[in-house]
């Protein structure tokens, strides 16, 4: 079982440019979260999918952030445009309902330059 | 005042000491989670917990229900165990439970 698989595992790009990140959850997890990971601190939820439906999207800043499961597996979050303050690391989870099996990927880090 | 709070902040052992981070948290929950971070960003999950002890290798979580609080305890430690190790928790949010992180603790253990 390979877990959680992110990518890119690092990505610079300059302001103003969008960027996207990919994140293939553990196999039967209909649950799937994005996470923004600011230095320093712990992760923030930015939408929890339930197969291909968006549950919980109230912390995705909607003006530039973007994200889709379209067939309830894989997942792609989309920043557009990507600001200075965008750079962190985006941790995708994945788990059965009820957060049984809660498993993280190796996250992706952003900077934004 | 975060709903899920680590003590302490930083921590710096010695080779071979024994090493207790606290987590404590201000709400019902439905279970407690122990993440362990290398720097580069990828998280483990060390333990899913929702009541007792659990153990793996020197690797020792507790959870108390009713004080509202968790510890993590590492026996023996060793230079590798260094990283920032979270404690999230499913807090209840009236018609759910949602896993809030506390902010992590920063372990260095010196050789």
């Known amino acids: 079982e390979a877990g959680v698989v992110q990518s890119p595992r690092y990505k610079i790009i300059e302001k103003k440019q969008p960027v996207a990140f990919w994140c293939n959850p553990i196999?039967?997890?209909?649950?799937l979260y994005w996470y923004r990971q600011n230095l320093g601190q712990g992760p923030e939820l930015l939408i929890r999918?339930?197969?291909?439906?968006?549950?919980?999207d109230s912390q995705l800043p909607k003006d530039r952030f973007s994200a889709e499961r379209l067939k309830g597996v894989d997942s792609t979050l989309k920043i557009q445009p990507a600001e200075l303050g965008d750079s962190a690391v985006y941790l995708c989870?994945?788990?059965?309902?009820?957060?049984?099996?809660?498993?993280f990927g190796s996250g992706t880090r952003l900077t934004v330059v | 005042k975060n709903e899920v709070e680590q003590s302490p902040q930083n921590l710096t052992a010695q080779e071979g000491e024994f090493i207790t981070i606290n987590c404590s948290y201000s709400?019902?929950?439905?279970?407690l989670h122990w993440l362990q971070q290398h720097p580069g960003g990828g998280i483990v999950s060390l333990f899913m917990l929702s009541s007792g002890k659990k153990k793996h290798g020197r690797l020792i979580a507790t959870i108390n229900i009713q004080e509202k609080h968790s510890s993590l305890h590492i026996t023996a430690s060793h230079p590798r165990d260094s990283a920032v190790y979270i404690c999230?928790?499913?807090?209840?949010?009236?018609?759910?439970?949602?896993?809030?992180f506390g902010k992590g603790t920063l372990l260095t253990v010196n050789p």
């Open positions: 999918y339930e197969n291909e439906e968006a549950v919980d």
């Open positions: 709400v019902g929950i439905s279970a």
């Open positions: 989870a994945s788990s059965f309902p009820g957060g049984i099996d809660y498993t």
């Open positions: 999230a928790a499913f807090l209840w949010r009236g018609s759910n439970y949602k896993l809030t």
């Open positions: 196999s039967g997890h209909n649950t």
